[in-house]
């Protein structure tokens, strides 16, 4: 079976382009785009042998996107799960009155059971480390009362790591129902270590509930027993019982979490805890596309608090900036820092703590895919500026030099190497795809021939010139373009596989003295294909229509209108 990753690179069809018809095309357009590629491709019309041996296959592939697109279970199928969709073993269990949304459910079902003999051949790691590191020597404000004479016996400030943690835990799927986790714990500070190891069974009773079962080993041994349910469409609860073993006995423990959903983006939760640790909690949680805030409130035993945090999304950036207040019986602690995406897997925080009587600590952490790694940096144990400012600008500036010197480079060879595989993987689709589009062009000349004479007639919409792919040197191009004996133009060899002539067959799309162009990638067009895979293209155009020379630019994805002035796009008069 292909890896989602390779399958997700893999350029499928796309029969909407392929009939240049939009993706809520009504059934009548449909048919009506199918008999007009039916006219250019079908066999019967063709005599050469080879003319009509490529005229079947594009026929073929007109009828299987016109099966598709007309048949409302098929299409919604590809709708939302494209061609690997239609291809998925299973669906002959999947009623066809379903909606998409449940279509894609069930896909995703068909999907998980063909993966479950994998899953339970694997393991799901998770892990952090935490690396913590006493700095306050750097800002101690004692230094500045030392004499010049004492200054000269001084030591540099010394930074050392005062603790580590080291958490681990493997996931092993032992049945469709039951999941094993084992996790270990190691910690030492200050030179006093400790360390746990816990195991726990899981076993999936419904869609509404679990149970598990946690055997663990540290500072003592334990045993707790932990379950799951829901109890309406909007609420849900867990419980767990734990059990403690000391030399002074068993200590046992009762967690509960009542939660329920107050609106389509906020949840509300409330804890109640016995035992190890006493307390009770609210906490309201509200999370929306460019947001995520909470409130908590905790009463309890030795400490009771209220905290109020806020995260703003910023999704174009691909970064995160938050912010957090926190007082109780232990202090008051204010924490403020942003989080960036730095590669597809990997995310880079920082953070300034700033506390009474805590200090000021600057937290850095990276996440690497299901691996996390924590520098908490203590630098003061008062409250005084200096650490505050230079916690806050150093990272800022850490992150400019590192981006520009170490992490931009890298981001743009990862991006060639990605090209490159979609490249390699695309490479017999793309040889097909381009003997494809010449084949159609070859069929299209004579209805090319027809369309342009009746255009010139009328004084209509003529395509002169059109070019599609990576046009870097537009004007190099139409400077070193030459016209063909049908008007095409003819590029040197260095543009070859970056721009393709596409005059052909927009001429041949020309209806009425109107070509229209939809919102999708044109290399799925007839006559088209990719000629720069992963790259960015764009389609130039230079037209005729009455009697004046147009010329429009248009990216890949955007939708092309001519002769109409349109704002989505490019387009003025060219003096002859």
């Known amino acids: 079976m292909e890896d989602n990753s390779e399958r997700a690179n893999l350029i499928e069809e796309d029969y909407y382009t392929f009939l240049n018809i939009p993706r809520e095309a009504t059934t009548e357009d449909i048919n009506n785009a199918y008999r007009r590629n039916s006219r250019l491709y079908h066999p019967d019309k063709h005599v050469d042998p080879v003319l009509k041996k490529e005229a079947e296959i594009l026929f073929n592939k007109t009828k299987k996107a016109y099966e598709v697109l007309s048949d409302p279970h098929q299409r919604a199928i590809y709708d939302s799960l494209g061609t690997r969709g239609l291809e998925t073993e299973g669906w002959e269990i999947v009623q066809r009155t379903k909606t998409p949304q449940e279509i894609r459910e069930e896909y995703e079902r068909l999907a998980r059971e063909r993966e479950e003999r994998k899953l339970q051949q694997r393991t799901n790691p998770k892990g952090s480390v935490t690396v913590n590191i006493n700095a306050t020597d750097l800002f101690s404000r004692y230094r500045d009362d030392f004499d010049y004479d004492e200054m000269e016996h001084m030591h540099f400030p010394i930074i050392e790591v005062s603790g580590m943690s080291i958490t681990q835990s493997i ?37 509404k509930g679990w149970v598990e079962l946690d055997v663990g080993a540290g500072n003592g041994p334990t045993f707790s027993i932990k379950g799951f349910r829901t109890l309406t469409k909007r609420t849900f609860s867990n419980m767990a019982t734990i059990f403690q073993f000391t030399p002074h006995g068993i200590r046992p423990g009762l967690v509960t979490t009542l939660a329920t959903q107050l609106d389509k983006h906020t949840v509300g939760y409330l804890t109640w805890r016995a035992g190890i640790q006493s307390f009770m909690s609210t906490v309201v949680v509200r999370d929306t596309p460019t947001s995520h805030a909470a409130f908590a409130i905790q009463f309890g035993i030795p400490h009771s608090f209220i905290s109020v945090s806020y995260t703003h999304k910023l999704q174009e950036m691909e970064m995160k900036l938050r912010g957090s207040i926190k007082a109780g019986t232990f202090g008051a602690i204010a924490e403020y820092g942003a989080e960036k995406k730095v590669s597809q897997h990997s995310w880079l925080a920082a953070s300034v703590s700033v506390g009474i009587p805590s200090g000021v600590t600057l937290k850095i952490k990276l996440s690497r895919a299901n691996q996390t790694y924590i520098f908490p940096i203590h630098l003061s144990d008062e409250l005084i500026p200096s650490p505050v400012f230079y916690a806050t600008i150093t990272p800022v500036v850490v992150w400019a030099v590192v981006k520009r010197l170490v992490v931009d480079p890298i981001v743009r060879e990862q991006k060639e190497r990605d090209k490159e595989k979609q490249r390699e993987l695309n490479k017999t689709r793309m040889a097909e795809k381009k003997r494809e589009a010449r084949a159609a062009v070859e069929l299209m000349r004579a209805t ?6 009746e255009e010139e007639a009328k004084r209509g919409l003529v395509i002169i010139k059109a070019l599609y792919g990576r046009l870097v040197n537009v004007a190099d191009v139409s400077r070193r373009g030459t016209s063909g004996e049908d008007g095409s133009v003819e590029t040197d060899t260095e543009y070859v596989d970056e721009v393709i002539d596409v005059m052909i067959p927009l001429q041949c799309l020309v209806k009425d003295s109107k070509l229209i162009l939809h919102e999708a990638s044109k290399s799925h067009l007839p006559g088209f294909y990719d000629p720069c895979v992963g790259e960015e293209k764009s389609l130039l155009v230079h037209y005729l229509f009455h009697s004046h020379v147009h010329e429009v630019t248009v990216e890949d994805n955007e939708p092309l209108r001519i002769p109409k002035q349109c704002k989505s796009h490019k387009s003025h008069a060219i003096s002859v």
């Open 448 to 453: 090319f021939a027809r369309v342009r004479s």
């Open 171 to 207: 996931e092993a799927p032992l049945t469709l129902r039951d999941t094993m986790t084992m996790a270990g714990q190691l910690s030492t500070q200050n030179g006093t270590g400790s360390g746990s190891v816990d195991v726990s069974v899981r076993r999936l009773l419904s869609e």
